[in-house]
């Protein structure tokens, strides 16, 4: 459960650790500074630190070290190309374990087909049984997953910039007034402080806020001192059916570790929420978390996670009776029907009905939530939510009212508010779940001029009264149709799209709908000519994907894709030279800028000669600042992504062939 911590860190260091240059230092150096910045858990500071030996040793070592902090940043992308980049290199099958990481990160990027095939073969070559085991877990995930309807009936949509920060947010729940309490670390709240000082304020406390009247949350306000403690994180909010007692955990952290987390509940006066009192028969010397009022044989019980000794493993659900206002007995675990080796989290009880989080029973991604019933004696199988309550990725601290109509849970989907993060799911937002009235349903369906299916295509619902706002896209995967949601009194454009394929369009009106419908449309697409380039002598040509960060020349995982392609048009045309230049931004000086630029051509041609390709063959050039692309120059104001823009590589062959013959999209002028 670190990283649902290590988003705290992340979020502390996000305001300039990412941009810090890493200056020319002895290899050793750059190993123990990454290890230092790994330890403080500044991740990123220690990724550029890594990177940078990676340049110098291409040791693969290093590389899956890499893979391994993107992944526990939850940068699923960027951990899947470190890993590749070892394993397709792994002869002797050295790091054969980590293939079930990377099969891993590919489900978690809802790359199923991917995921499965590299589980399938990890679990033929590998004999350790505890990771073999953990595989075939995941392969009953994927199964799960490719076999599984969407509910349509559900609509889940993210709570909004009042609610979701930058950064994350933790345990929502919404009491019996509409108040949404939730816990967060808030971005504006952060101070600069000395080292002591900062980890006393700069702590995830609770907040809350109220709908307005379209029920849109208003912004939250944080509670008072005696509930948000100074030193500690505050979170894992419940309030009891009758309103009157609200549970929350109070956590210390030494780095993302949990040194401790306690229960405690506050009781509600006339003015508000009372001091926070600790509860008895719950704590212990171990950790307590995620508590929820339920009933159990006639009798109050509070449920809750802990990892106390004694477990199946990981976090457990245990429950214990209710004795007094802060008083419960002996803990019980719920036993192995809910409980697994891994970890259970974020219980929610509701009439009979049990929710919870858990990565131990099948999943479509890493969390997934989950329902058991109890029938008075025991509780049954539990029963995954499916789509869209869960997603490729975590979902958890799911609760719902009681006629079931509106819910509220968490999730680092894509989508979320992490505008000044890396990762696209790098962070937990919390989502708001509806249950519509009517169920008014679209099935797209997509084949060839030949009437044959047509699989993997994406399809993009536009609201035509906001023709501008993103359109709802969904592929159709393995299948070779997508089924959507749509709500009445509304006009759509829908549109059928394939790589290689020239697009299909139509339209669909709901208004005056007031009956649960299915419409079904067919899309036809036609098969696009192939399309080709020529490139001439001494023509610069752009190489797509070949972007650098910030004041750095490393190659980015991304580039070599675009690299690999360069590779394979020098072993197609064996008498090529050319030359291989480089360019930067406007930021800094014009001196600076020439050599850094030299510094990223070298870099590109130092793994095209590692890749097989002669050095005389490569001309590298560093441009600087030369040519810039747009009108980021110097004292001109720009985003970073506009002076991204201008930091690329380039190619133009200098002898060899007068012209050659490339596929369009691989390359742009």
């Known amino acids: ?4 911590y290590i988003t705290i860190l992340l979020t502390l260091f996000a305001g300039g650790a990412w941009a810090q240059p890493v200056s020319d230092q002895p290899y050793d150096v750059m190993i ?3 290890e230092d910045q790994e330890a403080k858990g500044e991740y990123f500071n220690a990724l550029d630190w890594y990177g940078k030996a990676y340049e110098e040793s291409n040791d693969p070592d290093i590389a899956i070290k890499m893979a391994q902090i993107n992944e526990k940043l939850r940068d699923y992308k960027k951990a899947a190309a470190w ?45 350790n049984e505890a990771l073999i085991k953990m595989a075939e877990l995941e392969v009953q995930g994927i199964a799960l997953a490719q076999g599984m309807e969407e509910d349509l009936r559900y609509n889940v949509k993210n709570a909004g910039k009042n609610v979701n920060s930058k950064g994350q947010e933790y345990s929502p729940f919404v009491d019996r007034d509409s108040s949404l309490y939730f816990a967060t670390l808030n971005l504006k709240e952060i101070k600069t402080l000395k080292d002591d000082k900062a980890k006393e304020e700069n702590v995830v406390k609770i907040y809350v806020t109220t709908p307005d009247k379209k029920y849109v949350w208003k912004p939250a306000k944080a509670l008072g001192d005696h509930i ?56 212990g010397d171990y950790n307590v978390r995620h ?21 199946k493993g990981g976090y457990d659900l245990y429950y214990a009776a209710y004795k007094g206002e802060t008083e419960y007995g002996e803990p019980t675990n719920l036993g192995n029907v809910i409980n697994t080796p891994s970890d259970e989290l974020t219980p929610y009880y509701r009439d009979g009905k049990l929710y919870f989080s858990s990565n131990g029973h099948p999943s479509l991604g890493g969390l997934d ?90 399809i993009e619902v536009y609201d035509m009264a906001h023709p501008n706002a993103k359109p709802i896209t969904k592929g159709t995967g393995s299948k070779n149709f997508a089924k959507f949601s749509v709500e009445g009194d509304k006009a759509y454009k829908i549109v059928a799209k394939k790589e290689g394929y020239f697009p299909d369009e139509s339209e669909l009106n709901t208004v005056g709908m007031t009956e649960e419908h299915t419409y079904k449309k067919s899309f036809v697409l036609k098969t696009k000519p192939p399309e080709v380039r020529v490139i001439s002598i001494n023509e610069p040509i752009r190489l797509n994907k070949i972007y650098y960060d910030f004041d750095d020349w490393k190659i980015l995982p991304d580039a070599e894709k675009d690299l690999q392609v360069l ?103």
Not at 1 to 4: A, G, P, S
Not at 632 to 644: L, M, P, S, Y
């Open 1 to 4: 459960m670190k990283y649902l």
């Open 32 to 34: 123990q500074t990454a």
């Open 83 to 127: 890993y590749k980049r070892v394993l397709r290199r792994d002869k002797a099958l050295k790091y054969l374990d980590y293939a079930f990481n990377y099969a891993k990160t590919l489900k978690l990027q809802g790359k199923y087909d991917a995921a499965l095939d590299m589980f399938k073969q990890f679990i033929s070559k590998s004999d």
């Open 228 to 283: 948000n403690r100074k030193g500690f994180h505050t979170a894992n909010v419940h309030i009891s059916p009758d309103g009157n007692r609200m549970f929350f955990t109070r956590t210390v952290l030494s780095g993302d570790h949990i040194e401790e987390s306690k229960a405690y509940v506050s009781l509600r006066t006339a003015s508000g929420w009372g001091p926070a009192q600790e509860l008895t028969g719950i704590n």
């Open 291 to 311: 508590m929820s009022v339920g009933e159990l044989y006639g009798d109050e019980v509070l449920f809750f996670s802990s990892d106390m000794p004694g477990g």
């Open 369 to 458: 939530i989950y329902m058991s019933q109890w029938d008075g004696v025991k509780w049954s199988e539990p029963e995954n939510m499916g789509k869209p309550f869960n997603s490729s990725v975590d979902d958890l601290y799911y609760s719902v009212n009681k006629n079931g109509t509106k819910g509220v849970l968490v999730s680092n989907r894509v989508g979320t508010h992490h505008r000044s993060l890396k990762s696209k799911t790098c962070c937990d937002d919390i989502w708001m779940v509806n249950k519509k009235d009517i169920l008014i349903q679209l099935i797209a369906l997509v084949k060839d001029t030949n009437g044959a299916p047509l699989k993997n295509a994406v």
């Open 567 to 669: 590779v394979d048009l020098m072993n197609q045309y064996p008498d090529m030279v050319i030359e291989l230049s480089s360019h930067t931004d406007a930021q800094g000086t014009d001196s600076y800028n020439k050599v850094l630029s030299q510094k990223r051509a070298q870099s590109a041609k130092r793994w095209m000669v590692r890749h097989g390709i002669d050095a005389k063959r490569i001309k590298a050039v560093g441009y600087g600042e030369e040519f810039i692309l747009n009108e980021c120059v110097n004292g001109v104001k720009c985003t970073d992504d506009e002076h991204r823009f201008n930091r690329r590589t380039e190619f133009k062959i200098l002898e060899g062939p007068t012209s050659i013959t490339i596929k369009k999209e691989v390359l742009q002028k």
